[in-house]
């Protein structure tokens, strides 16, 4: 027997593992991050496992694998939504929301959080307040589940000013005064991507011991890639700066089109392969479908800590100050050299008329 790879092998950095390292590198921690990171940890194992048995609940032999579920619900208060089996059973979303809700709660380290299922902020009662507000999205891409798409969990982290006297002043910031972010992503395997602010590392869940293990450390972006992600049926009403530059990268010298449809898988892919992901505004909706603080926010602070940039179309996304919870922004997200010249593009030309989609027609070469 190898002893010193068996050594080795059994030597694992678990998520706790590492964070508790981070933190051993500030004296003054008291381990209130430690403790609310492990509850977010939490949530996405059950989300991890809910999605898993989604396509499965109705074949035959399921009953003990969703006693699981139950159970871990159990500790949630949410026993009587979680027969997969029955017909009560929540939209997967609603669910997820409802477990991140009560698991971030319970830490007791959070002030404020805000959910992209909840039309309000949640402001978390006195006795159970801490210093952490928590911004996320939890099952972002879940209409495609049934069809096998990865779906994920996107989460961002700010620190109150005054946890006795939260606002929604200390929420609506910009995503440079974050302290974490991360996100989750449910499919074949379940890995979890997170920065604390130096650099990104990403964890992939073991099922076997129940841990996120370190498999991705220091996650780097490439600065330059050769894969682009959009949206191109709304190719038409672009403005005149995505449709040429999309127009460039959809005919070589360089670039393949790679379609998806969750923002997770689109950013994952590109933190470890680079390239860009682009999701601009357009004559429909001049300002995009991502909202700032759950998806904007926390995506584009993981790419400007592996070494890439993020950019509206009008400046640096981590630099907008949202004026509303739910607000949404362009944004184009990825490799270094990729982002720079799609800001050149835009500082090239002014934002165009609403006739521009016939500029941007004639580019891709239809009819006018």
Known sequence: MDHAAEAHRTDLMTITRFVLNEQSKYPEARGDFTMLLNHIVIGCKFVCSTVSK????????????????????KLFGLARETNVLGEKQKKLDVLSNEVFIKALISSGRTCILVSEEDEEA???????????????????????????VSVGTIFGIYMVKDKENPTLADVLRPGSNMVAAGYCM???????????????????????????????????????????????????????????????????????????????????RTLLYGGISLYPGDDKSPNGELRVLYEVFPMSYLVEQAGGQSFTGKKRALDVVPKKIHEMSPVFLGSYDDVEEIKLLYETYDRPTSNSSSSILRWFGGSV
């Open 54 to 73: 989604a396509g499965l609940a109705k074949l035959p032999g399921l009953a003990r694998e969703t006693n699981v579920l139950a159970g871990l619900a």
């Open 122 to 148: 949640t402001f978390v009662e006195p006795s159970k307040r801490g210093r952490y507000i928590v911004v996320f999205d939890p099952l972002d891409g879940s209409s495609n589940i049934n069809c096998g």
């Open 186 to 268: 449910y499919g074949r395997s379940c890995t979890l991507v997170l920065s604390t602010g130096n650099g990104v590392n990403g964890f992939t869940l073991d099922p076997s011991l129940g841990e996120f293990l370190l498999t991705h450390p220091n996650i780097r972006i490439p600065n330059k890639g050769n894969i682009y992600s959009v949206n191109e049926g709304n190719t038409g009403i672009w403005d005149l700066p995505t449709g040429i530059y999309v127009g460039r990268c959809k005919f070589p010298p360089y670039g393949s089109s790679a379609k998806s449809l969750s923002m997770v898988a689109d950013v994952h």
